[in-house]
């Protein structure tokens, strides 16, 4: 079960961030895990995903919308969690620049990638019968 649990959560870390997992993060992933999810089988949806190497970021923010996959929202919310105590992932959290114009291109940038991934999500949903 802990090699399932660290292959899931580099997989997961890797919807999330451009770098590859920190083995710490991987480690303490396996930790919470079995401390949070204790007595819980495992996700059939999760394991669905990991399976067939879908968009788990895309998937989640399109089962959120219609309050599903809870699961998957509490593991994607743990391994932030996670990631932003460590100064290896510090530029995923915090801006240190002052600059007005990026950060409106930022902004902008986001909501056009919010919007790809929740369409590409929902597409997801769909084809593979995620609900």
């Not at 992933?29 to 819980?40: I, N, S, T």
């Not at 995903?49 to 743990?78: F, P, S, W």
Request: aromatic residues 6%; glycine residues 4%.
């Amino acid at each position: 079960m802990t090699d399932d649990l660290a292959a899931e959560a580099r997989y997961l870390h890797a919807a999330l961030f451009p770098q590859a997992a920190d083995p710490a993060i991987v480690e303490r992933y396996c930790d919470a895990h079995r401390l949070l999810f204790a007595g819980e089988p495992p996700s059939p949806l999760v394991s669905r995903i990991l399976e067939r190497r879908l968009d788990a970021e895309a998937i989640e923010y399109a089962l959120r919308r219609r309050n599903a996959g809870r699961e998957l929202t509490r593991k994607l919310q743990m391994l932030c969690y996670l990631a932003e105590a460590r100064a290896a992932y510090q530029g995923e959290f915090v801006n240190r620049k002052t600059r007005r114009a990026g950060a409106i291109l930022a902004l902008a940038a986001a909501a056009l990638r919010s919007r790809w991934k929740l369409l590409k999500g929902e597409l997801l949903v769909r084809r593979h019968g995620l609900l």
